[in-house]
């Protein structure tokens, strides 16, 4: 018995072999006609698709033949493996090459065999189609065409096969959900996504509903479907309960119209989870707000800053001109408050303003600005008065909060008082600028007047 050749190419072929990943899967129905097709065209009892691996050869499809392996040595494929050429051996019993090979003095007694080989576009030969009978006969020429011809079938069945496998593992490599759904809403094809998605593998899917997978959430998704059955690309945003955990993904949706000679035959779906994106977008916001707060607000007392307040005193006035209203501004300031840093520390200090702070706030309205202007220097902007009488009470009012009790700093109880100058627009003053001056102004005719007290502007 003459074992076959090894190829010079053998550690090519054989992994071009294995990256068809065909080696021991179960039958092929295409693959299964064309051996049946084989057997009839040459009137034979048996036919092969025998795949070559580095130590046997394997049959894909067989028709008449219960094994699914031998060796590669007995193999007679494997000589068409090594020559690269269709083999026809009339009379294996009389072949030197075969006579006692254990394939032809055993079962399956080969007498007969033809044998094609199964080449790819890089020319290696992975195995044949071969034909086999248990007598010994001569082939026409037709014949082993038309063998020839089967053979290239079942090669296109291999690379479409393989295409089927690589396209599969793109896409069930690929984290969002891919599928399409015929007009019925029935899926036809799924990825791997789904069942990290919904709990469900791609081959359950199949033949389910939309409805039946998406469940509670299907009347939201609704019209988008039907917008899709209709030929429109569907694109939109959806929350997907997680399964196992509940917490809902946020995801972005796309559906895009299948249409034949203009007619829609169903709809492809494309989900990507953008969770992360809009977690991403969340915290910028928040870092957004955050850098507007510490622009805008003193970091002490978390009141808003001179540039805030002054900002919204514009837009009072503003208002307040437009609608004839009235908007007067309180300029505060502590009175002696140096000497509670020089004698206790700035700690005591701060502590002091932050209690001020907090007095101010539960005397005044929510639609009053409380602002700290730097130091110990405070504003209250009051939107909506009456007139200087409503402007003096809340001044009143501020410098009572701050008398009610005294404030316990640094094992110490302290008294601290305010002096307020008040002026109201439009009677004091006509524009932004000269309310500020006069309010200011007001103020300092309090502190020459004894402190703890407060004064409305006059022009006297």
């Known amino acids: 018995m003459q074992a076959p050749d090894i190829p010079l190419s053998e550690t090519e072929r054989i992994a071009e072999l294995r990256s068809y990943e065909v080696l021991d899967t179960e039958t092929d129905a295409a693959l299964d006609v064309i051996t049946r097709l084989a057997a009839q065209i040459l009137d034979v009892p048996i036919a092969l698709i025998s795949l070559v691996d580095s130590h046997r050869q394997w049959f894909k499809s067989s028709y008449g033949l219960s094994v699914k392996e031998t060796s590669r040595e ?141 469940g509670p959430i299907y009347p939201r998704n609704l019209p988008y479907i039907e917008g899709a059955l209709r030929g429109e690309t569907q694109a939109f945003e959806r929350e997907i309960p997680d399964p196992r955990s509940g917490v809902p993904r946020h995801s972005q949706a796309h559906y895009l119209p299948h249409l034949v000679a203009g007619e829609v035959q169903g709809f492809a779906v494309m989900v990507t989870d953008i969770s992360a994106q809009k977690k991403t977008e969340a915290e910028l916001r928040e870092a ?12 002490l007392t978390g009141l808003p ?73 405070f504003l209250v902007l009051l939107p909506e008065v009456e007139g200087s009488q409503s402007a003096a009470t809340v001044a009143q009012k501020l410098l009572d909060t701050m008398k009610a009790t005294k404030f ?27 309310l500020l001056a006069h309010a200011d102004a007001a103020l300092y005719h309090a502190k020459r007047a004894g402190k703890d007290r407060f004064e409305i502007f006059t022009s006297e």
């Open 288 to 299: 957004q707000a955050q850098s507007l707060a510490l622009a805008t607000h003193d970091s």
């Open 74 to 214: 007995v193999s007679f494929c494997g000589h068409v493996v090594a020559e690269g050429e269709p083999l026809i051996v009339r009379d294996a019993l009389e072949d030197p090459r075969f006579a006692d090979n254990p394939l032809v003095t055993a079962a399956p007694y080969i007498r007969f065999y033809v044998g094609v080989p199964l080449r790819t576009a890089s020319g290696n030969n992975l195995g044949t189609l071969c034909a086999i009978d248990h007598v010994a006969r001569d082939l026409a020429p037709g014949p082993l065409e038309q063998l020839s011809l089967l053979a290239k079938l079942a090669m296109s069945q291999f690379e479409a096969a393989r295409n089927r496998a690589i396209v599969r593992q793109v896409v069930d490599g690929v984290p969002g959900m891919l599928a399409y759904w015929d007009k019925q809403q029935r899926c036809r094809f799924a990825n791997a996504a789904y069942e990290t998605w919904f709990g469900v593998k791609a081959e359950e899917l199949i033949g389910r509903t939309m409805r039946e997978l998406l």
């Open 305 to 377: 800053n001179r540039l805030l307040a002054y900002e919204r005193i514009d837009r009072a006035i503003q208002h307040a001109r437009r609608f004839r209203r009235r908007a007067a501004i309180l300029f505060l300031d502590l009175d002696g408050f140096k000497g509670i840093n020089d004698s206790l520390g700035h700690a005591a200090g701060d502590a002091v303003l932050k209690e001020v702070a907090c007095r101010m706030l539960a005397c005044t309205r929510s639609s009053d600005t409380v602002a700290r202007l730097g130091g110990d220097e």
């Open 408 to 434: 316990a700093v640094a094992g110490q109880e302290l008294n601290v008082r305010l002096s307020v100058g008040c002026a109201v627009f439009p009677e004091h003053a006509g524009s932004v600028d000269e």
